[in-house]
C-alpha cells in the first residue's frame, strides 16, 4: 500500500465551479500537510500548508485535514481556467524522516 | 519565482554516459532536497541535505550521487545513464532540518537519455 493515495483524474470542470480534490494515507504520524500546485513542466508551487487538524482558508482555496480519517481535502471555489494543473498533496511527520511524501498528482482542467 | 535555481534546464545525453544537475537553494535555506519525476512514477523522493551533510536517502540509485558544497549549492550526479533515467529532476531547499519545514522547488532539470 502506497503511504498517500491520490485520485490522478483527470478531472474537468466548468469555469466558476467548486473543486474537490482529496488524498488518503496510511501513515498516522503525519503530521504537516500541504498541497502544491505544478503547472505542465513547470516545478511545484506551495498552495497551502496545514499543520494537524483543522481547516485552513486563502483566497479561494481551502484545504480540510481529518486525521482521525486519515484523508485531507483541497477545495477551490469559483474555479478559473488559471486554476488548470496538476495538483499534488504531500505529508510529512516530524519524528526524523526528512522527506516529504507525495501524491501522484490530480490533473485539473478549468473549462472556460 | 521560488528562488530555487537549477542548471541546465534543459539536457539531452546518449546512454551510458554522466550529467552533473546542479541547485542554488533559497538564500538562507541550509536543506537541499532531489526529487525525480517521472510519468508513470509521480515524484520521488532520492536525497536530502543539511548544511552539507548527507540527512535521508530515498530511491536514489546506486548510479546516482549527491553532494552539498559549503556554499550550500548541490549537485546531483547521475552516471551511467540508462533510457529509463529520462525524467524531470527537481531540487527543492528548506531553512531547517525536518519535512515540517515549507520546501520550496526549483523549476527541474528536463533529461532526456536517447
Known amino acids: 500500500q502506497k503511504e498517500v493515495e491520490q485520485d490522478p483524474g483527470p478531472l474537468s470542470v466548468p469555469e466558476g465551479a467548486i473543486v474537490s480534490l482529496n488524498c488518503t494515507y496510511s501513515n498516522s504520524a503525519f503530521q504537516y500537510f500541504m498541497w502544491y500546485r505544478q503547472y505542465s513542466r513547470k516545478g511545484p508551487e506551495l498552495l497551502m500548508y496545514?499543520?494537524?487538524?483543522g481547516n485552513k482558508e486563502d483566497g479561494r482555496f481551502t484545504a480540510q485535514v481529518d486525521k482521525s480519517s486519515k484523508y485531507i481535502s483541497l477545495f477551490i471555489r469559483d474555479s478559473q481556467p488559471s486554476d488548470s494543473a496538476t495538483y499534488l498533496c504531500a505529508m510529512g511527520d516530524q519524528t526524523g524522516a526528512n522527506n516529504l511524501f507525495f501524491g501522484t498528482g490530480t490533473r485539473l482542467t478549468v473549462i472556460p | 519565482d521560488s528562488g530555487v535555481t537549477q542548471t541546465p534546464k534543459h539536457l539531452i545525453t546518449a546512454t551510458g554516459q554522466r550529467v552533473t544537475l546542479r541547485c542554488s537553494p533559497r538564500?538562507?535555506?541550509?536543506?537541499v532536497y532531489w526529487y525525480q519525476q517521472s510519468l508513470d512514477q509521480g515524484l520521488q523522493f532520492l536525497i536530502h541535505?543539511?548544511?552539507?551533510?548527507?540527512?535521508a536517502k530515498g530511491n536514489i540509485l546506486e548510479r546516482f550521487s549527491a553532494q552539498q558544497f559549503p556554499d550550500l549549492h548541490s549537485e546531483l550526479n547521475l552516471s551511467s545513464l540508462e533510457l529509463g533515467d529520462s525524467a524531470l529532476y527537481f531540487c527543492?531547499?528548506?531553512?531547517?532540518?525536518?519535512?515540517?519545514?515549507?520546501?520550496?522547488f526549483g523549476e527541474g532539470s528536463w533529461l532526456t537519455v536517447v
Open positions: 496545514t499543520y494537524s487538524s
Open positions: 541535505y543539511y548544511n552539507g551533510e548527507e540527512r
Open positions: 527543492a531547499s528548506s531553512a531547517g532540518r525536518s519535512s515540517g519545514n515549507t520546501i520550496y
Open positions: 538564500s538562507g535555506d541550509l536543506s
